[in-house]
């Protein structure tokens, strides 16, 4: 991974620290409990329908995503891995930001893209020397041709886009993303409208 250097390069140095990254791996979901729990009594009724709207969109992609994945396995090249290398990072993104949106404070939906951006980059940043070691010339071709973020939709394989397997999708856990974002909608919805 590229070292990062500039002003931004502390805020590099913190999102790739080994053991802070741990002990948010195993808080994580206590700390989505307290997060929704601060969201709820936050909440106001006329940004829930927006936030679930941008949510939705999120999750859509994401349990795409999950069923299109077989990990360290087979490359992921169709559904929406098609279009770009990190589709997952980009509808988790969306899923967050919407829930955030509920509180309808814009400050921390800024906070939290300018967050996530730093989370997102380093992510990735680690990843991909992996999936070159687990990969190689398959994957360098495929990074030739994939955009990491931004889709070009220019020699996009438009026939592995509808791709969609739901044994890949339960071994991914993508009903359990799915149960609990409608959980999450539900409570929104009873606290906006009760």
């Not at 980009?90 to 967050?96: E, G, Q, T």
Request: net charge positive.
């Amino acid at each position: 991974m590229r070292v990062a250097s500039g002003v931004t390069a502390p805020i590099h140095r913190l999102f790739n620290q080994e053991t802070l990254r741990r002990v948010l791996l195993l808080a994580r979901i206590p700390l989505m409990a307290a997060g929704c729990a601060l969201i709820g009594y936050f909440l106001k009724p006329e940004w829930v329908i927006p936030g679930i709207i941008v949510s939705a969109v999120g999750l859509l992609g994401q349990l795409w995503c999950f069923a299109a994945l077989k990990k360290k396995k087979v490359l992921a090249r169709r559904g929406l891995y098609a279009l770009v290398r990190n589709p997952m990072y980009i509808a988790r993104y969306l899923l967050m930001l919407g829930v955030l949106l509920f509180t309808g404070n814009l400050w921390i939906a800024l906070g939290f893209t300018i967050a996530y951006y730093f989370y997102m980059v380093n992510r990735v940043g680690r990843e991909e020397p992996k999936l070159l070691e687990v990969f190689g010339d398959e994957y360098r071709e495929y990074c030739a041709r994939v955009p990491r973020f931004v889709p070009s939709f220019r020699g996009v394989d438009w026939k592995a886009v509808p791709y969609f397997q739901w044994d890949l999708f339960i071994v991914n856990n993508g009903h359990w993303n799915l149960v609990t974002m409608v959980i999450i909608y539900s409570g929104a919805l009873y606290l906006a409208y009760r």
